[in-house]
């Protein structure tokens, strides 16, 4: 058996996974996050440990943990973990929603080269930015930086005692050339570190440390390989065979992706398309990200009063989607692709006083599904273009949402089985390829079984692509500098 911990924002998963690659238990215990002021987002890297702790502990309850072979890493990128001498937390970690650091990025687009060496844009949410933020308003902080961890390795390091990372969580820092997927020395002297800094870079799929004796006899297991993983949305593309050239899935967490598999390195970062090495040696992909999707829907349903989110999806599968209703932007905390907009901030508009719950939440399902049309089209300028995409996250639960997505973005959307297990599967995975030479891709990471199937309605796919997304477009544009103007009022303190 293998065993496959998520590192997500909202809570640490975990499952076990046979050797036929089939998923015998999961559990999950759940994590918050901070805001203590406005674009910024934190957590305490010691509630990641306490709720691996628990999620383990669930997940192996009635197990022969003997049996465990390996354990597979992923986690939320992007997540700044610092780390003294002793490797203690010096604060608390900045994650990938943070919008703190945009200045920081555009000195950083400065450096020669930048673009070239890391494929991206500068964008808040990637690692190096946060590291040059730390630099300039916490001095006395970054003195003290011995090692700087993302937020899956700081698990690994308390599981293994070793500094270690993956390619595809490496190249979401910035620090990383994702062509040779390995660390820029001049990337990390722009930020004022250096490869002593750094843990070392293996592919997802080798080993990188094992379970200390005293974890190992703790959970009673063996003192086992833990693989080097990969970040969520690489791990997530492992679990649902997600691996070759051409193939394309879209992830409906608390943020949306879309992530299309490359044999090589691709970029377009003019349009804030994101090129990643993936979890699997010798491949990339390109993803597209926006910060709010299925987390849209808590806000919508605590804005309006609602219970819980599947109540809110079913009011508004019972009254459609109306062809004029209102419009909804998704940009809660910002955005990535295509804007690179920090600033940005969300909005209903098109309101009347016939408007009730039930529009404002297919305004939000709706609006969510233009932002991810937006990604796909950046994407596929670059011409990697897929025809039928798989689904997974928590999201993939509404056949409501997932067929008016089939519609907006005029694309077959699939579900598999395991989708909703989500990168913690993706994890295994890589964990069972770590450890067994007999294993081969074709066997460890097969495209699970279709579960269901939506094909796009071209007129109405026609009606998105014409009409509501220029909308969409020209709304954001119309707002932009309300938003932003709005939001440089960060340093307002109240009398």
Request: with cysteine.
């Amino acid at each position: 058996m293998y065993l496959g911990i998520d590192l997500g924002t909202s809570s640490v998963k975990a499952v076990l996974v046979d050797d036929a690659g089939e998923v015998r238990a999961s559990a999950g215990s759940p994590l918050e996050v901070s805001h203590p002021r406005p674009r910024w987002s934190e957590q305490d890297p010691a509630t990641w440990w306490s709720a691996t702790e628990a999620a383990v502990a669930e997940v192996l309850k009635g197990t022969d943990a003997r049996r465990v072979a390996a354990i597979g890493l992923s986690g939320q990128m992007h997540g700044a973990t610092l780390l003294d001498a002793s490797d203690s937390i010096l604060r608390p970690a900045i994650l990938w929603n943070d919008g703190r650091s945009d200045v920081e990025c555009a000195e950083l687009e400065k450096v020669p080269g930048f673009r070239e060496i890391t494929g991206n844009l500068a964008m808040p949410g990637f690692t190096a930015p946060k590291l040059a933020w730390v630099r300039k308003h916490e001095p006395e902080v970054f003195s003290r930086i011995a090692k700087v961890l993302l937020p899956k390795d700081y698990l690994r390091l308390l599981l293994t005692g070793e500094y270690m990372t993956d390619a595809s969580d490496a190249a979401g820092t910035l620090w990383l050339d994702v062509a040779k997927r390995q660390w820029s020395d001049a990337m990390l002297a722009a930020t004022g570190l250096d490869r002593s800094h750094m843990p070392q870079v293996f592919e997802g799929s080798q080993p990188a440390g094992r379970l200390r004796k005293e974890l190992a006899d703790r959970w009673g297991m063996d003192t086992v390989p833990v693989a080097a993983g990969g970040g969520d949305n690489a791990a997530g593309a492992v679990g649902v065979g997600i691996v070759r050239d051409g193939q394309a899935m879209l992830s409906l967490g608390t943020s949306g992706v879309y992530f299309a598999v490359s044999d090589g390195f691709r970029s377009s970062p003019e349009q804030a398309v994101h090129s990643f090495c993936h979890a699997l040696p010798d491949t990339w992909h390109l993803m597209s990200v926006m910060l709010n999707a299925a987390s849209c829907l808590d806000f919508t349903a605590r804005l309006t009063g609602q219970k819980d989110v599947p109540a809110l999806l079913a009011e508004a599968e019972a009254r459609g989607l109306k062809p004029d209703g209102p419009m909804f932007l998704p940009y809660l905390t910002g955005e990535r692709t295509p804007h690179n907009d920090a600033h940005a901030r969300g909005s209903f508009t098109g309101l009347g006083p016939e408007t009730d719950r039930a529009d404002l939440a297919n305004a939000t399902l709706e609006g969510v599904g233009l932002g991810l049309l937006d990604g796909l089209l950046a994407v596929e300028s670059t011409g990697l273009v897929a025809e039928e995409i798989t689904v997974i996250g928590g999201g993939s639960r509404s056949a409501y949402w997932i067929r008016m997505l089939a519609d907006i973005l005029g694309k077959r959307l699939v579900l598999r089985s395991g989708g909703e297990v989500g990168p913690a599967l993706g994890a295994a995975r890589l964990a069972h390829l770590a450890v067994d030479p007999r294993a081969t891709l074709e066997e460890v990471c097969p495209m699970p079984a279709v579960t269901a199937t939506y094909e796009p309605d071209a007129a109405r796919h026609a009606y998105f692509l014409q009409t509501r997304h220029p909308l969409f477009r020209r709304t954001y544009e119309q707002l932009k500098s309300l938003t932003t103007d709005a939001v440089r009022g960060d340093d307002f303190r109240p009398s």
